[in-house]
């Protein structure tokens, strides 16, 4: 089955298997950061990387239109789920790969203005060069796990991107857990 999930006036439509986050709110509430950081223009190139279903990359794809925004997630049905959520924006592309495999094989292109991503709880280990090496003018991060998040940071930093702002978001009450939106900017 499909569930069907409203943020900011749109309508999302998210395999059963799928992820989504818990909260009713939390999806706005990470939206607004990552726009609010992302601070895209209209013409840039964005990278929405471990897209899941489409939910950053529908409102980034608006923000940078006439632009182009690259939505990729590994996951098949994920990925199905991006195509039909974001049918609508005709300057949105889905790539359905790795998001290592499809930097390392140079699929998404030589350069990015913009690149949010949102990697599982292990964090993005390996591509965090590869995002690094397309200069992008701003990288926005979310992440469920801040020791993943800090080693990553730190990677970005020995690769000349400085951290602007780091935000957490208790997304997960009476848990341990926190969400971090994190923005980097090239030094």
């Known amino acids: 089955?499909?569930?069907?999930?409203?943020?900011?006036?749109?309508?999302?439509?998210?395999?059963?298997s799928g992820f989504w986050q818990v909260h009713p709110?939390?999806?706005?509430?990470?939206?607004?950061?990552?726009?609010?950081?992302?601070?895209?223009?209209?013409?840039?190139?964005?990278?929405?990387?471990?897209?899941g279903a489409g939910l950053f990359s529908a409102f980034l794809a608006e923000a940078c239109a006439p632009g182009e925004l690259v939505s990729v997630e590994g996951n098949r049905r994920a990925s199905a789920d991006a195509g039909e959520n974001l049918a609508d924006r005709p300057?949105?592309?889905?790539?359905?790969?790795?998001v290592e495999r499809a930097l390392r094989r140079g699929?998404?292109?030589?350069?990015?203005?913009?690149?949010?991503?949102?990697?599982?709880?292990t964090g993005a280990?390996?591509?965090?060069?590869?995002?690094?090496?397309?200069?992008p003018r701003r990288i926005v991060y979310v992440a469920c796990d801040p020791a993943a998040l800090a080693?990553?940071?730190a990677t970005f930093g020995r690769l000349g991107y400085g951290l602007e702002s780091l935000r957490g978001f208790a997304?997960?009450?009476?848990?341990?857990?926190?969400?971090?939106?994190?923005?980097?900017?090239?030094?």
Do not use: Q, W
Request: proline share 5%; charged share 25%.
């Open 91 to 98: 300057n949105a592309a889905v790539v359905h790969a790795p």
């Open 1 to 16: 089955g499909t569930l069907v999930e409203e943020v900011k006036g749109r309508r999302f439509a998210v395999s059963g």
């Open 151 to 153: 080693r990553d940071l």
């Open 171 to 187: 997304l997960f009450p009476m848990t341990h857990h926190v969400e971090c939106v994190a923005v980097l900017a090239r030094a």
């Open 125 to 135: 280990k390996e591509a965090v060069a590869a995002i690094a090496a397309l200069e």
């Open 25 to 51: 709110a939390s999806a706005t509430t990470l939206v607004d950061a990552v726009l609010a950081g992302a601070d895209v223009r209209p013409g840039d190139r964005v990278l929405d990387l471990y897209a």
């Open 107 to 121: 699929a998404l292109g030589a350069r990015a203005d913009v690149v949010v991503l949102d990697p599982p709880r």
